[in-house]
């Protein structure tokens, strides 16, 4: 298993300070979810074409890789199906680009419990067309656990109609605690073959709600999900998800980004 963090978790910090701050604490990846202002990715800055021998030069220096793009293309709205898709065929080529393998979509809703059908008929059609198009690209497309497709009862039937075998998950170990709690056994079972990253978060109960909380400090056992991964094998990212972007009041990065590189490692 290898160590990285998701770029949703310092917002302010420019690209320098970001794969300095992965070097100095050990990383091996970086999950790019936003750069400072900007979230769409194919217009950050150090992400535009004549910038990307500077990038690459600066991970090949430290000894780091990008894990993913994170888009935010999703298919439950047939109204911004089209601008999903068109947005994760950017991401895509941006991938293709930097030679980065994976690039993250959503489902992500289900709106109309009465349409749930039709809704996961939508998803999978953009996840395919996604694919479709990756396929070409040597980009592997990782629809994140997220919303209402969380469950085995929507994510089974969303992956039973992939047609392309560039597909994976991303496993949200803090969406999936609640849904299952400490009982993950039968969705690690099914989900397994698909998996390829994994988002490192913890929760703690405030008022009868689950709260995001430090990592260690909550009701996530996260050390026993590292052991599960170990005995199963897994060679990918257990990338740290700090949602500081959406949650200015949590701790700051310069604080919470060692801490998960060195809590990480008792259990590594």
């Excluded at 941006?94 to 289900?110: E, N």
């Excluded at 479709?132 to 929507?154: F, M, P, R």
């Excluded at 094998?233 to 959406?246: A, H, P």
Aim: negative net charge; charged residues 30%; proline residues 4%.
């Amino acid at each position: 298993m290898k160590l990285a963090f998701s770029t949703l978790g310092c917002p302010t910090w420019s690209w320098d300070k970001i794969v300095s701050e992965a070097e100095k604490n050990g990383y091996d990846g970086i999950e790019i979810r936003g750069i400072k202002e900007e979230m769409y990715l194919p217009k950050a800055k150090i992400l535009l074409k004549a910038n990307h021998q500077k990038l690459l030069s600066d991970l090949t220096e430290r000894n780091l890789s990008i894990t993913n793009l994170g888009s935010g293309a999703s298919f439950h709205d047939s109204k911004k199906y089209e601008a999903s898709i068109k947005e994760g065929k950017e991401y895509i080529d941006l991938a293709y680009d930097l030679k980065i393998p994976y690039v993250r979509i959503f489902g992500d809703k289900i709106p109309e419990p009465d349409k749930k059908q039709e809704t996961i008929e939508l998803i999978s059609k953009g996840i395919n067309t996604l694919c479709e198009y990756a396929s070409h690209k040597n980009v592997i497309c990782l629809l994140e656990t997220h919303g209402d497709i969380v469950s085995l009862e929507t994510l089974i039937p969303i992956i039973d109609r992939i047609k392309y075998d560039n597909f994976g998950i991303i496993w949200d170990i803090g969406h999936t605690y609640k849904i299952y709690g400490e009982d993950i056994s039968d969705f690690l079972n099914k989900m397994w073959p698909y998996i390829k990253h994994v988002h490192i978060k913890d929760l703690t109960l405030i008022d009868d709600k689950l709260e995001l909380c430090m990592i260690g400090d909550g009701v996530i056992p996260i050390p026993e999900i590292i052991k599960e991964l170990k005995i199963r094998n897994f060679k990918g990212y257990v990338s740290l998800e700090w949602e500081k972007r959406w949650h200015p009041n949590l701790e700051d990065p310069s604080v919470v980004i060692p801490f998960y590189a060195k809590y990480m490692r008792e259990y590594l």
